[in-house]
Nanobody
Framework: QVQLVESGGGSVQAGGSLRLSCAGY????????IGWFRQAPGKEREGVAF????????DYAISVKDRFTISQDRAKNTVYLQMNNLKTEDTATYYC??????????????????WGQGTQVTVSS
């Protein structure tokens, strides 16, 4: 059973940085893509960043590209999301996900079987 555990959320002022961690994925066919979704109050859930654990290929939502970096430590089965230059619109609950690789890492929710419990990120002006 895969249990994804997120950590690193918190409150920060605009322009600041946070690093989220996601631990617990396995080296199995249905854990090849690890990523992050986020959901702000009153908004739809959004795919933020994804990494293909086999070769480190990454993909980002346009809204976070050049500010967020997803990376992995394969020895620790941990994925990180470094978030820099945070904006108030980044405020959301962030969920770590694990799923299959389809020749690419999908940004669609149904593609991910495993979800973490979520961690809150709050950015104030």
């Amino acid at each position: 059973q895969v249990q994804l555990v997120e950590s690193g959320g918190g409150s920060v002022q605009a322009g600041g940085s946070l690093r989220l961690s996601c631990a617990g994925y396995r080296d199995t066919y249905d854990n090849k893509c690890i990523g992050w979704f986020r959901q702000a109050p009153g908004k739809e859930r959004e795919g933020v960043a994804f990494i293909y654990t086999r070769d480190g290929t990454t993909d980002y939502a346009i809204s976070v590209k050049d500010r967020f970096t997803i990376s992995q430590d394969r020895a620790k089965n941990t994925v990180y999301l470094q978030m820099n230059n945070l904006k108030t619109e980044d405020t959301a609950t962030y969920y770590c996900v694990a799923g299959r690789w389809f020749g690419f890492c999908s940004n669609a929710e149904p593609s991910y079987m495993y979800w973490g419990q979520g961690t809150q990120v709050t950015v104030s002006s």
